[in-house]
């Protein structure tokens, strides 16, 4: 995937946690909801000082909308939050243990061989 599709794909996913339409955040620029669109599926370019915006509109860092992630544990531990947002408590409960579990078995994994699984 392209770096203007990889940003997109970031401003569609920070604008969607963040609760807004292509239409509030096209409002909020002054451009067309089109324009929202465009932006988001990677068609035409985007300045630094419009993905500033973005990312202060949307709640996050503006690195996160260029890598489409973050590696702060911070920001990591904020996105499992949000993922865990709005379900039963008893269905969290088994995220958790399963987040648990998987960790328990990276960590026991051979120093060498930790780190990203393909």
């Not at 970031?10 to 909801?33: C, F, H, K, M």
């Amino acid at each position: 995937m392209g770096i203007r599709k990889t940003i997109g794909l970031a401003i569609s996913n920070a604008r969607q946690n963040a609760g807004l339409t292509q239409e509030d955040v096209a409002e909020r620029l002054g451009i067309g909801p089109e324009a929202v669109s465009r932006l988001e599926r990677g068609i035409g370019s985007i300045t630094a000082e419009r993905l500033v915006v973005l990312a202060d509109m949307f709640g996050c860092r503006s690195d996160q909308l260029l890598l489409g992630s973050s590696s702060r544990q911070d920001d990591q531990a904020a996105a499992i939050a949000q993922l865990l947002d709005g379900l039963a408590p008893a269905d969290r409960a088994f995220v958790i243990e399963n987040v648990e579990r998987l960790t328990e078995f990276l960590r026991s994994k051979p120093s060498g061989s930790k780190g990203r699984r393909p």
